[in-house]
T-cell receptor
Framework: AQKVTQAQTEISVVEKEDVTLDCVYE???????LFWYKQPPSGELVFLIR??????QNEISGRYSWNFQKSTSSFNFTITASQVVDSAVYFC???????????????FGKGTLLTVNP | KAGVTQTPRYLIKTRGQQVTLSCSPI?????VSWYQQTPGQGLQFLFE???????NKGNFPGRFSGRQFSNSRSEMNVSTLELGDSALYLC?????????????FGQGTRLTVV
């Protein structure tokens, strides 16, 4: 069975600090996809990043970066120079690659509430 | 391009009643999934529909059901509501033909059962 663990329930930082959100996953599949979503108070889950199990390259997008390590089954997310607008709940999710390629079933971690204080 | 639209945004129902929630996916997206979000259990997969067929179902009782129409719009129904059904219900749409594509979520329907 798939499982995603986000050990950090809440993180509070001061603006401009760097912050890393941890994500550890479990799956028996060799082909799978990992995601990060952001959930602001409005409730909508906003897609941030997707990574497949064959691509271990780290990715940087502006102030966001992701570190994927299959050896430790981790997919960590770092926000550099955090801003108040980054305050939200962040979810890590895992999906297996079913035949046909659809990743329609996501297993989510419990989420990390990030609060960035001015 | 319009996003995923869920209606209504808020609902208050009484125990024992039934409720129907609606989801309109992004144009061209034929896969629609439903998730329940509660403080205790987090985000849990309910079911997924593609071409009017349920392809996968999560671990929820039979009181939870859904359907998809030919225009890909989907509805989910909860019968005999219980207090524990109070939750944010999120709908997501995606392009199932593309391997590993991301799911796009609506703003959800917040259901309160009293």
């Amino acid at each position: 069975a798939q499982k995603v663990t986000q050990a950090q329930t809440e993180i509070s930082v001061v603006e401009k600090e760097d912050v890393t959100l941890d994500c550890v996953y479990e799956t028996r599949d060799t082909t799978y996809y990992l995601f990060w979503y952001k959930q602001p108070p409005s409730g909508e889950l906003v897609f941030l990043i997707r990574r497949n199990s064959f691509d271990e390259q780290n990715e940087i997008s502006g102030r966001y970066s992701w570190n994927f390590q299959k050896s430790t089954s981790s997919f960590n997310f770092t926000i550099t120079a955090s801003q108040v607008v980054d305050s939200a709940v962040y979810f890590c999710a895992l999906s297996e690659a079913y035949s046909g390629g659809s990743n329609y079933k996501l297993t989510f971690g419990k989420g990390t509430l990030l609060t960035v204080n001015p | 391009k319009a996003g995923v639209t869920q209606t209504p945004r808020y609902l208050i129902k009484t125990r024992g009643q039934q409720v129907t929630l609606s989801c309109s996916p992004i144009s061209g997206h034929r896969s629609v999934s439903w998730y329940q979000q509660t403080p205790g259990q987090g985000l849990q997969f309910l079911f997924e529909y593609f071409s009017e067929t349920q392809r996968n179902k999560g671990n929820f009782p039979g009181r939870f059901s859904g359907r998809q129409f030919s225009n890909s719009r989907s509805e989910m129904n909860v019968s005999t509501l219980e207090l524990g059904d109070s939750a944010l219900y999120l709908c997501a749409s995606s392009l199932p033909e593309l391997s590993g594509t991301e799911a796009f979520f609506g703003q959800g329907t917040r259901l309160t059962v009293v």
